[in-house]
């Protein structure tokens, strides 16, 4: 009996498998050719050059508000390439800005290029991250649970957009996800090699983004409150996804936060790692506090350009945040809320809500995610300022798929509670509309706005930044010109990538357009102002470009540069 459930696993499994490795396939496919008609945007800009310039100089001092690890990785391949550089470029400033436009300078000719390549190590990691969460969500949920949550995740719009990106995001969330499911290990069943997963995981999710940290506090509390609810319910023996609990299950979350630490400093190696706390000077009041109360010369076990970061990451204020049509320098709490009603597809919104009715009782196995991924969320909607992109709050996306697998099978070990087939098919028939808003949405993921925010023609009305336009198209505006037969543009567009390494020729649009046709940026058309064209020039007015708010374009070239016709338009000029 035992031989032929075991036979009737088999093709189960290598069903699931080969499901969920064709539609990672088709996923890639699309972030590759994706990616390639994408121009190098804004953060891009400088984390792939900073990152050169770690490797060959050991710069740890530019732009340490962001940790080293994904910068390094992201640039490995142009350690293979001729991309040239300098020290000279690191000596006497710490701005990462500056290095980056002196990379620009230096390798024009093959800059895409060089990005292109870049972007192939993110596109390797949101594979990862597929793999991550279909073994997570098949560990949780059974063989279709993990196809679920697995195929939901690489085929989001969102998730995609970032996978093909040379960014931190997609990095710390596959880490941030890599941390949770090796906790839920720990708390099934503690072990030494989980504890050092554990530890890993957490290491690099901070060597990635320094919002990593947060899992230090996070998934232990998380733990402590599972705990809690189940020495205080009513479950009187360990059921399916119930955890056990001893003091060596204490001992692995101690070690692995004791090897988190390890890891963050092998993370900074070349730099100061056993650092005297005076000997830097910090700006936030927590860490001048701390050196004031720490005596002289202490050296904490901790890098010291990695708190060194932790201080700017605290100390940065003054972002502009734009949120439906409204514009301010202290973020929006409901941000991050809206953000998830509309720029996640509906019918994902319509299965996380649907997963909730699965069955009223939420396992513990399950509110280790799902705390986690709350306590992320309410961070940055209560004590974040940064409104300047969903992409902060990207980890709840997988948490999302993996709630939704629950749809599919309620499995824990060897015991799996039937669900009704109707939620079965729904599941599927989610999954099968998803992709094809994959398919149809390529190659502009980064401008994905859902039906009901007005789809991605009507994204501009809720929110800008890098959610709609982060200077990813002037590939497109290149070939629109050839194709219109257009030899030189009025060019307003906000990123910091010189137009002009993209063979375009253009005036910048500041005050009147000189040329029969101008093009705009949607983040300054729309009234948030950046960078024009990658120049110091930042219009001090939202509204600089407002007068050409009431025109018709051209044409809207992958969502977030408008093209006018001014002459068609106007008879004249604006």
């Known amino acids: 009996m035992a031989d032929s459930a075991q036979v009737s696993t088999v093709p189960t499994t290598r069903r699931a498998n080969l499901c969920f490795f064709a539609i990672l396939a088709i996923a890639l496919s699309l972030g ?13 800009f400088t984390i792939c050059p900073n990152g050169l310039l770690l490797w060959r100089y050991g710069a740890f001092h530019l732009d340490n508000g962001v940790p080293p690890l994904a910068k390094m990785l992201v640039s490995l391949p142009l350690l293979l390439t001729d991309a040239h550089t300098e020290p000279e ?24 290029t060089y990005f292109f390549y870049c972007r192939l190590v993110s596109l390797a990691c949101f594979a990862a991250l597929g793999l991550l969460v279909f073994a997570y969500g098949r560990r949780l949920y059974g063989e279709q649970g993990g196809l679920l949550a697995g ?6 719009p969102i998730v995609i957009s970032l996978g093909q990106l040379a960014v931190t995001d997609i990095f710390v969330v596959t880490t941030m996800i890599a941390a949770c499911a090796a906790m839920d290990l720990l708390l099934r069943s503690p072990t030494v090699l989980r504890a050092l997963a554990l530890g890993t ?97 202490f050296r904490p076990p901790i890098a010291g350009w990695f708190i060194k970061g932790l201080d700017t990451q605290l100390a940065e204020k003054g972002y502009l945040a734009y949120l439906m049509g409204e514009v301010n320098r202290t973020g929006f709490p409901h941000y991050y809320v809206v953000g998830l009603l509309v720029k996640t597809p509906l019918v994902v919104l319509f299965l ?19 705390l986690s991924a709350i306590g992320f969320f309410l961070f940055f909607s209560l004590a974040s300022h940064k409104n300047i992109g969903v992409r902060y709050v990207l980890f709840v996306y997988p948490v999302m798929a993996l709630w939704i697998a629950r749809l599919v099978g309620m499995s824990c070990g060897n ?26 949405e390529w190659p502009h993921y980064l401008p994905f706005f859902n039906l009901a925010a007005g789809g991605n023609g009507g994204g501009h009305r809720i929110f800008l930044d890098s959610n709609l336009d982060w200077g990813q198209d002037l590939v497109e505006l290149r070939e629109y010109m050839r ?7 009025d ?21 009147k357009p000189t040329e029969r046709y101008a093009a705009i940026g949607a983040n300054l058309l729309w009234g948030r102002p950046y960078f024009v064209n990658g120049s110091s020039y930042w219009p001090a007015d939202p509204d600089a470009y407002a007068q050409f708010r009431s025109l018709t374009p051209k044409a809207i070239l992958g969502y977030s540069i408008y093209v006018y016709d001014l002459e068609e338009e106007t008879g004249g000029r604006p």
Not at 361 to 369: A, G, S, V, Y
Not at 494 to 508: S, T
């Open 32 to 44: 590759v050719s994706s990616t390639a008609r994408k121009s190098v945007t804004t953060d891009e």
């Open 89 to 112: 470029w690191v000596e006497g400033h710490n701005s990462g800005w500056r290095c980056g436009r002196y990379f620009a300078a230096a390798n024009a000719g093959s800059y895409h």
């Open 151 to 156: 195929g939901l995740t690489v085929l989001m």
């Open 201 to 297: 995981a957490m290491g690099l999710a901070s060597l990635f983004k320094y919002t990593g940290i947060l899992l230090f506090v996070f998934l232990p509390l998380t733990a402590l409150l599972v705990f809690l609810a189940g020495r205080t319910g009513r479950r009187s023996e360990p059921g399916p996804g119930t955890y056990t609990w001893s003091r060596r299950t204490v001992l692995g979350i101690i070690g692995a936060l004791a090897l988190a630490c390890v890891v963050i400093d092998i993370g900074f190696i070349g730099s100061d790692v056993f650092w005297r706390m005076d000997s830097f000077k910090f700006e936030t009041p927590l860490f001048c506090t701390l050196q004031d109360l720490l005596p002289a010369g």
């Open 352 to 370: 996380c809500a649907l997963a909730a009715g699965v069955r009223r009782r939420i396992r513990e196995d399950e509110w280790l995610f799902i």
């Open 415 to 440: 015991t799996c509670d039937e669900t009704r087939p109707w939620r079965r098919h729904t599941a599927w028939t989610g999954l099968a509309v998803v992709l094809a808003i994959a398919v149809l």
């Open 483 to 489: 194709h219109e037969n257009i030899e030189k543009i």
């Open 491 to 511: 060019l307003a567009y906000g990123g910091r990538v010189d137009p002009a390494i993209y063979g375009i020729r253009c005036n910048m649009l500041v005050d």
